[in-house]
Every structure is written in C-alpha cells, then in structure tokens.
C-alpha cells in the first residue's frame, strides 16, 4: 500500500501562483511514476501532469503545458505541482496519485494509478 497526502491547496487570484505537494510514504518503491489529476464541479477527473521517479521524465496535459511544472523529490517522496498564471478556469480539487505502471502511456488516464490521495481544493478567482 502506497498513501499520499496533498497539502498547499487555496485561494488565489487569477494570474498567481500556487505550489501543491504529495508526500508519500508505505510502499513507494513499488511506484514507477506519481500524477496530479483534478476535478471540478459537474466534470470528469482530468489529467494534470506526472513524472517518473526514476530519472524525471515529466508529461504534461496541453492546457497546462508551460504554465505548471511538476517535479519529484526522491529522498522526501515527495511530488510537487508548481502553478503559475492561474486561470479561473483551473479551479478544481486537486488529486495526486501513483502508478506502478511504467508505461508512459498510461500516464495520461485515471484508471492506470493505483493509489490516490484525498484531494486538495484550489480555487482562482477572476
């Protein structure tokens, strides 16, 4: 068993920043890679970004791609999901999760992780 837990979530006005963690602990080496995924009110979870443990190959959905920066901390377990220019449209919960698959096609869909955490609510305001 893998158990991650989120933190840094909140509230930010459109056009800031805001960095969100995963801590990881159990298990962890059995994970290839970790993912940030997040939901809003009335969608679909929706794949944010991941990142391999081992050598730190990131993936990165389109609509965020140069704005968030995903990166890992291997002697921590811990995950980071730095968000820059924030819209109000990237309000949502924000999950993390993480995969024992290391097939980086897989990265992109919610069914290929294995653990979740709880979830952390970012909200930007206009």
């Known amino acids: 068993q893998v158990q991650l837990v989120e933190s840094g979530g909140g509230m930010v006005q459109a056009g800031g920043s805001l960095r969100v963690s995963c801590a990881a602990s159990?298990?962890?080496?059995?994970?290839?890679?970790m993912g940030w995924f997040r939901q809003a009110p009335g969608k679909e979870r929706e794949f944010v970004a991941a990142v391999r443990w081992s050598g730190g190959s990131t993936y990165y959905a389109n609509s965020v791609k140069g704005r968030f920066t995903i990166s890992r901390d291997n002697a921590k377990n811990t995950v980071y999901l730095q968000m820059n220019s924030l819209k109000p449209e990237d309000t949502a919960v924000y999950y993390c999760a993480a995969t024992e698959a290391c097939y980086s096609r897989t990265y992109y869909t919610s069914s290929a992780y294995n653990y979740w955490g709880q979830g952390t609510q970012v909200t930007v305001s206009s």
């Open positions: 159990g298990r962890t080496l059995s994970s290839c890679a």
